[in-house]
T-cell receptor, first 119, second 113 residues
């Protein structure tokens, strides 16, 4: 999985509790992403980061926050989990080198996923 | 990003070549074709990409027609482990702030023993 570790791999939690998912990379890639995957919706981008402390919202960011204090770590936090956030969450990374900037964002390497159940 | 059309499912015998088609008739000159796959319960996996020339890597070959309106991903000797959903994605080279990869429904390739 291209040096990407997601933790935990599985989690069951209760509605209203905070949850933090971690994505750790050993590739020193600039870009990192959080997606969720649900039946009938495919993969949807939650948040992404284009550098340390540089993050932005994706298409389904409500109810989620992220932080990136180090190149290698990108955290996804559900401040107060809801049942609608039950999903499989994937982290992805991509490189950015000057000569390949235009391709960098489109070649993403994904982690193994975190299966989250909110009861 | 140009729209892509793929068959919902295909079968292939183990050891034979798997040829997965993708139609992207509205592709524009600055758009690349990317292929990803997702094996059940795993994260998507990048396979290959191309602009107009045919491309080959250790996983697959990508054949793009001369008019660039369609492409074919070829797995030369399919194995059972190649059973997965295969996604064809068309993206512009100048992505701007659009970081989102859009995965459509893809093609479920089933490799049979």
């Amino acid at each position: 999985d291209a040096g990407i570790t997601q933790s935990p791999r599985h989690k069951v939690t209760e509605t209203g509790t905070p949850v933090t998912l971690r994505c750790h990379q050993t590739e020193n890639h600039r870009y990192m992403y959080w997606y969720r995957q649900d039946p009938g919706h495919g993969l949807r981008l939650i948040h992404y980061s284009y550098g340390v402390k540089d993050t932005d919202k994706g298409e389904v960011s409500d109810g989620y926050s992220v932080s990136r204090s180090k190149t290698e770590d990108f955290l996804l936090t559900l401040e107060s989990a809801t049942s609608s956030q039950t999903s499989v969450y994937f982290c992805a990374i991509s490189e950015s080198r000057v000569a390949e900037e235009v391709l960098a964002k489109n070649i993403q390497y994904f982690g193994a996923g975190t299966r989250l159940s909110v009861l | 990003d140009a729209k892509t059309t793929q068959p919902p499912s295909m079968d292939c015998a183990e050891g034979r070549a798997a040829n997965l088609p993708c139609n992207h008739s509205t592709i524009s000159g600055n758009e690349y074709v990317y292929w990803y796959r997702q094996i059940h319960s795993q994260g998507p996996q990048y396979i290959i990409h191309g602009l107009k020339n045919n491309e080959t890597n250790e996983m697959a070959s990508l054949i793009i027609t001369e008019d660039r309106k369609s492409s074919t991903l070829i797995l030369p000797h399919a194995t059972l482990r190649d059973t997965a959903v295969y996604y064809c994605i068309v993206r512009a080279t100048s992505g701007g702030s659009n970081y989102k990869l859009t995965f459509g429904k893809g093609t479920l390739l089933t490799v049979n023993p």
